[in-house]
């Protein structure tokens, strides 16, 4: 158990929140899973919550002054129901408290969660925790078993002539621990308005078993407790059956196509452009598959690569880049010999043309990824971007490349061209930036020969310059090993 006074760090930021729960006078407890509630405190698992529907808000309002971020899931999904939000609040050492609050619990058949069948209130009993002062109330394990039996009613199948239906797994464990110590079976008691039911609950040879009569009065007294007509029955089956089909269908299409189709939790309201920034060397691929990686286990989480040495149009690239080499002298700095002047000077002209039509290309697959990521991003994605274009250096960090002589005008009519593509890019912003800094040392160990020191040098100067421009730009030391930075 941890100390009250001085928990640990990933604790921090749960003992803060129950605080300022506690302040604002927030109704609110832990109603599932009570024998994991140390390891949702410190974000392994999440914390499941039930708050007071009258104070969803101010538990809203307390959350996001945590800097709280909500999910959303896929609509078609199990837990994308009306009254039951995910947030997601981070803490020091980079990890987060995952949150899953219902605001008034609701049960119904698998991928339709439709009746509102206990609130907070309904709840008989709730215990203080001891690992924070003030206390993480939690249910005991009595409602917990009561609200196990609710949460499973319409997952068990009853057959015709049987009196007892086993339990799911996950009730069995719960369940067990609300018998009373030496008996082997226990009454469970709920209160639908003026209505009373009772369910028998018997453990045999280490299963649980429940009255087959019980659960189908459950069944009953929710559904007339809600308000649903006597079709709500068939109902059910039928979308839960097309639910769980479309959601079968979107995963299956996601696992095929990354990035394409939203089976993950997205944010709400819009996503994040993550951009990554740094001279060659300083891991800037490495640390945006590991952001995806980390991410993509709870969001909706997707890459863009804003670089020029990579693409769909490398084809294109490549024979312009051919182009472009066929208009270099034998020797750099060295006449051809068996060429004219004249021949020389339009060689130039094509040489000039063809590297000018090349980074055009380039600037128009960064602007089209640009737009991309803030697609993604507007779609409730985290965008993870692997770069992102400046517009105030000729020719360095993936900035408009240096113009050619006005004299060559087509080449400099189409480096114009290109030009008004990176002032287009500049109305885009990403909502986080981060500057990789390292030395010349760590790049050449990494990637040897990729870029000189000088010029490895005048990138740096250029960040600094940008930072400058935005004091919110975050700087990490990218010297570190790959897990700590």
Not at 210 to 220: I, K
Not at 272 to 283: E, N, R, W
Not at 319 to 329: E, I
Request: positive net charge; aromatic residues 8%; contains cysteine.
């Amino acid at each position: 158990m941890q100390s009250q006074k001085q928990p640990a760090d990933h604790l921090k930021v749960a003992e803060t929140l129950v605080g300022r729960l506690a302040e604002a006078g927030i109704r609110y407890g832990v109603y599932k899973n009570i024998s994991s509630i140390t390891d949702g405190l410190a974000g392994i698992t999440d914390l499941d919550l039930l708050v007071a529907a009258d104070d969803a808000q101010r538990f809203r309002e307390v959350v996001t002054a945590l800097n709280g971020i909500s999910g959303v899931p896929c609509r078609f999904y199990d837990n994308a129901v009306a009254g039951r939000e995910d947030w997601f609040v981070p803490d020091s050492s980079g990890g987060y408290l995952h949150l899953d609050t219902s605001f008034g619990l609701r049960i119904g058949p698998k991928f339709w969660k439709r009746y509102g069948a206990l609130d907070y209130e309904s709840v008989r009993d709730w215990q203080p925790g001891d690992l924070f002062s003030p206390a993480l109330a939690r249910v005991a394990p009595y409602e917990e078993a009561r609200i196990a039996v609710l949460r499973s009613i319409f997952k068990l199948t009853l057959w015709p002539g049987r009196s007892w239906v086993r339990a799911d797994h996950g009730s069995t464990v719960l369940l067990s621990a609300a018998l009373p110590a030496g008996e082997s079976s226990c009454i469970l008691k709920y209160q639908f308005g003026p209505h009373e039911m009772t369910c028998r609950v018997r453990q045999r040879g280490g299963l649980v078993e429940l009255e087959s009569s019980a659960v189908r009065g459950l069944r009953s007294a929710v559904r007339a407790h809600c308000g649903s007509s006597s079709l709500a029955a068939p109902l059910d089956y039928l979308v839960h059956l097309a639910r769980r089909t479309i959601y079968f269908v979107a995963a299956r299409l996601t696992q095929a196509s990354p990035g394409k189709t939203v089976a993950k939790r997205t944010i709400r309201p819009t996503g994040i452009i993550i951009a990554l920034i740094g001279p060659d060397g300083v891991g800037k691929s490495t640390q945006t598959g590991r952001l995806v990686s980390s991410f993509q286990k709870k969001f909706r989480c997707t890459s863009v690569y804003l670089g020029s040495n990579d693409g769909s149009w490398m084809k294109i690239r490549g024979k312009l880049r051919a182009f472009f080499r066929r208009g270099r002298s034998p020797a750099a700095g060295a006449p051809s010999a068996d060429k004219s002047p004249r021949q020389r000077k339009e060689r130039g002209k094509y040489h000039l043309l063809g590297a000018a039509l090349w980074r055009l290309v380039i600037a128009v697959q960064r602007y089209a990824a640009i737009r991309k990521a803030v697609r993604l991003a507007g779609s409730g994605a985290i965008v993870i971007t692997d770069r992102w274009p400046q517009n105030l250096e000729f020719g360095m960090l993936d900035g408009p490349s240096v113009p050619p002589p006005q004299a060559m005008r087509l080449a400099f009519l189409v480096s114009r061209i290109e030009r008004s593509l990176y002032r287009r890019m500049e109305q885009f912003k990403p909502n986080l930036t981060i500057h990789l800094d390292a030395d010349f040392a760590t790049s050449y160990a990494r990637k040897p020969g990729d870029i000189e020191e000088a010029d490895f040098e005048l990138r740096l100067a250029l960040m600094k310059e940008m930072r400058g421009r935005d004091p919110a730009i975050v700087i990490v030391d990218s010297r570190q090993a790959m897990q700590q930075v």
